[in-house]
C-alpha cells in the first residue's frame, strides 16, 4: 500500500531526493530475503517507509483527487476593525420563538390531516383545501429555511434577493396549481388515492 502511495503521489508535490532514495531502498530486498519475511523485518521496513514518509504523503493513498473549491469565494472585506463587536440582531419574538413554534405547529398538523382523508373515507373539500394550504406552507418555510442557511445575505445580497423572489414566485405557481386542481378536478386527496390504486 506505500509503495502504491509513493508511485501515485502527485507530480506538483516536491519532495526530498534523498528521502526519496531512502524510501525506495526501504521496499528493495534482495530475491534470496524475499522468502523469508518475519514480523521483524517487516516492522523495520515499515518503520524506516513511516519516517521517510511526510503525514500528508501518509494519507495519499485515500484521496483520489484533490481538494477544489466548488463555487469561487466571494468579496472578501472586514468592516470596521477587527476589535469591534459583532453586530447582534435586535431580539423579535415574531422571528424567534413565535416563527420556530409556528413551524413545529405546520409540521405536527400535517400527520394528522395527511392521515385522515385515507382513514376516514371521506372527500371533504375543506380538509383537502387545508391539507393543501398546510403542504404549500411547509414547504415555503422549508425552502426558506434553505435559502437563509446557505445564501449569506452578508456576502451575496443580491443571489440571496434572487432566490427570495423565486421561492415567491414558485409557491405563488404551486398555490395556483393547487387551487385548479381542486376546484376544475377530482382534488389532492382523490387524486392521491387514483394514483395509489392505479
Not at 526519496?20 to 530475491?31: D, E, G, S, Y
Not at 521517510?52 to 470596521?80: C, D, K, N, W, Y
Not at 418555510?141 to 443571489?159: Q, V
Request: aromatic share 8%.
Amino acid at each position: 500500500m506505500l509503495r502504491q502511495t509513493f508511485l501515485a503521489v502527485p507530480a506538483r508535490r516536491t519532495f526530498n531526493t534523498k528521502a526519496i532514495r531512502q524510501l525506495a531502498c526501504a521496499f528493495k530486498a534482495p530475491a534470496a530475503h524475499t522468502r523469508f519475511i518475519t514480523p521483524q523485518s517487516s516492522l523495520v521496513r515499515s518503520k524506516s517507509a513511516h519516517d521517510v514518509l511526510s503525514g500528508s504523503m501518509r494519507v495519499a493513498a485515500f484521496h483520489a483527487s484533490g481538494r477544489q473549491a466548488i463555487l469561487p469565494a466571494g468579496p472578501q472585506h472586514i468592516e470596521g476593525t477587527a476589535n469591534d463587536p459583532t453586530p447582534v440582531p435586535d431580539p423579535s419574538p415574531t422571528h424567534g420563538s413565535y416563527h420556530w413554534t409556528f413551524e413545529r405547529l405546520i409540521a405536527a398538523t400535517l400527520v394528522p390531516l395527511t392521515v385522515a382523508p385515507f382513514a376516514a373515507g371521506s372527500l371533504n373539500p375543506v380538509m383537502d383545501a387545508t391539507l393543501c394550504a398546510t403542504i404549500l406552507i411547509h414547504s415555503h418555510i422549508g425552502f426558506e429555511s434553505i435559502i437563509i442557511d446557505y445564501i449569506p445575505g452578508k456576502r451575496l445580497p443580491k443571489t440571496r434577493t434572487l432566490f427570495w423572489w423565486g421561492l415567491r414566485a414558485g409557491t405563488l405557481v404551486v398555490a395556483v396549481g393547487l387551487y385548479e386542481f381542486e376546484t376544475n378536478d377530482v382534488g389532492l386527496t382523490e387524486g392521491i388515492k387514483r394514483i395509489w390504486t392505479a
